[in-house]
């Protein structure tokens, strides 16, 4: 697909265990106009064969692991669509969530919405992603952002926050955001309770060094 509409970017390391899942999950959308980037980060093995499963997936193989965010950014790059959309390699999007996403951003750059979580458990539970606002800026749940297409986000790697640094990189060029009050997107949590990994982001932004730096980039930009 030459210009496709939408781009969607997955980083892999890892996850065997559900990335078909996942891939069928974005192949069942009820809008059909994407191509699906899948970056193994030297992860699983060769995941070409993904390539055979429809022609909208692009495998690409790299030989050394370089972590999740040097991949999406990496993803920029490639991607030819109007829109990007993440894609968590373990995680689930709804059929509809492209569909609800294109109907729902109008004017807006930059829309995320609610999510489910599914517990270690095996429960799940409602991820309201205005809970985790912090400071009056949007966190959310990287999984269900979808923007309109950045030629070039730039900002420090600290190996933590890193999904905080992409937005307020946002923030910083004026990007419009908005908030879509729908669970668009299933999300695996490790952590084994919500509440706790709802905490424990917020403890992350805590950091000082973490702080900082969003500080720095967001300085000269009101929200």
């Given amino acids: 697909m030459e210009n496709p509409l939408i781009s969607v970017l997955m980083p892999v390391y890892k996850h065997e265990a559900y990335l078909m899942e996942s891939v069928h999950s974005i192949l069942s959308q009820t809008v059909t106009d994407f191509e699906l980037i899948i970056l193994n980060d030297n ?3 060769d995941l070409l064969d993904y390539h ?5 997936i692009k495998v690409y193989e790299c030989s050394v692991h370089k972590g999740k965010w040097y991949r999406i950014k ?3 790059g490639l ?4 829109f990007i959309a993440f894609q968590d390699a373990d995680d689930v999007s709804i059929p509809q969530r492209f569909e609800l996403s294109l ?3 109008g004017d807006a750059d930059f829309l995320y919405s609610d999510a489910i979580s599914m517990n270690k458990d095996g429960t799940h539970s409602y991820l309201r992603c205005q809970d985790l606002e912090i400071e009056n800026r949007p966190l959310g749940n990287q999984g269900s952002y979808f923007f309109r297409k950045v030629i070039s986000i730039k900002y420090p790697e600290i190996g933590r926050g890193d999904d905080w640094l992409f937005v307020a990189e946002c923030f910083k060029k004026g990007f419009k955001f908005k908030y879509l009050p729908l669970p668009l997107y299933y999300y695996r949590d490790y952590s084994g309770n919500f509440r706790a990994n709802s905490n424990k ?3 992350y932004f805590s950091n000082r060094k973490l ?5 720095q980039i967001t300085q000269s930009t009101s929200c």
């Fill in 79 to 82: 991607a030819k669509g109007q």
């Fill in 201 to 203: 982001i917020k403890r």
């Fill in 74 to 76: 990496q993803g920029f």
């Fill in 211 to 215: 702080r900082k730096i969003v500080n």
């Fill in 43 to 45: 992860s699983i093995g």
């Fill in 52 to 56: 055979d499963l429809d022609g909208r």
């Fill in 103 to 105: 109907k729902n951003i």
